[in-house]
């Protein structure tokens, strides 16, 4: 019975929308560790509209390389899942 068991874990583990959600939810805990969200919305909040594509810009460009790639990774993962969820539907439904 315990083979069962590895296996089911084994299978819950390595499922790829699992793998997804870890690899998300480790790179959104290192972004929050690196990053203070709020203090960014604050002085996102005091800027003119104008002026905000030049603050994001700047915020990437000045960042550090971990902060960039955590956000790379959350971007990519949170688009993949999409990908994931969208495809077998526009394959049942024969557009794809």
Sequence with gaps: MRRVY??????VVTNPMMLHGMAFSISLGIFAELV??????NNLLE?????????IWN???????L?????????????SV??????PQLRRLQLV
């Design 6 to 11: 590895y296996i089911y874990g084994i299978s």
């Design 36 to 41: 203070h969200v709020a203090s960014i919305i």
């Design 47 to 55: 800027m003119k509209v104008s002026g905000v594509p030049q603050f």
């Design 59 to 65: 915020a990437f460009a000045r960042g550090e390389v």
């Design 67 to 79: 902060t960039i790639a955590m956000v790379g990774v959350m971007i990519f993962t949170a688009l």
């Design 82 to 87: 999409q990908w994931k969820i969208v495809m």
